[in-house]
């Protein structure tokens, strides 16, 4: 199975300051790649899928890139309500795994 | 507006079995893929299974495979995933997913998720 590592697993920024998530996966994925949000007792939800296209509704503050294997979301002036948990995704082969998460928290 | 509710979630013993269900409104349920994901507790995302928009091709997570069943009932409006010989680690909040128009495995629309607690 493809294995999905983020980092950092805790991201400790300001309001208004620029967040750079990584996911890197363990063999190439193509541009086969999501990103989820996660608030505190929620459900997660879609913000880009296919490494860079972002899902309706979702502000373009927030913008993915990468391919292969190395993969960044990028949340380019962080509001308050974006200081909560993201995951990343592959759906390049079966068994479609997510990343262990990472935690952008107020500093 | 998309709306997925899931329900039949509780408390189970070791080696017994449970049937969530997910009512979908907002959407042509028979139009689109569905999918079980699930999170233990603290912990992050596991993808469980996926139903085709067929209706009938499948896939599991190994973890699950042989064990649960996913199923949908298209008068209803409605997914279910059966779950049998549960074990503790199988404990968490399940969630169903309606898949994007662009790919099945592409997780669109979620619902609020049910708890399933596997415990003596």
């Known amino acids: 199975e493809i294995v999905l590592t983020q980092s950092p697993v805790i991201l400790s920024l300001s309001p208004g300051e620029r967040a750079t998530l990584s996911c890197r996966a363990s063999q190439s994925v193509s541009n086969y790649l999501a990103w989820y949000q996660q608030k505190p007792g929620q459900a997660p939800r879609l913000l880009i899928y296919?490494?860079?296209n972002r899902a309706t509704g979702i502000p373009s503050r927030f913008s993915g890139s990468g391919s292969g294997t190395d993969f960044t979301l990028t949340i380019s002036s962080l509001e308050p309500e974006d200081f909560v948990v993201y995951y990343c995704?592959?759906?390049?082969?079966?068994?479609?795994?997510f990343g262990g998460g990472t935690k952008v928290e107020i500093k | 507006e998309v709306q997925l509710l899931e329900s039949g979630g509780g408390l189970v013993q070791p080696g017994g079995s449970l049937r969530l269900s997910c009512a979908a409104s907002g959407f042509i349920f028979s139009s689109y893929a569905m999918n079980w994901v699930r999170q233990a507790p603290g912990k992050g995302l596991e993808w469980v299974s996926v139903?085709?928009?067929?209706?009938?091709?499948?896939n599991y997570a190994d973890s699950v495979k042989g064990r649960f069943t996913i199923s949908r009932d298209v008068p209803k409006n409605t997914l279910s995933l059966q779950m049998s010989s549960l074990r503790p680690e199988d404990t968490g909040v399940y969630y169903c997913?309606?898949?994007?128009?662009?790919?099945?495995?592409?997780?669109?629309?979620w619902g609020q998720g049910t708890l399933v607690t596997v415990s003596s």
């Open positions: 139903l085709y928009s067929d209706g009938s091709n499948t």
């Open positions: 296919d490494t860079s």
């Open positions: 995704q592959q759906r390049s082969k079966w068994p479609l795994t």
């Open positions: 997913a309606k898949a994007s128009t662009v790919a099945i495995t592409i997780f669109e629309s």
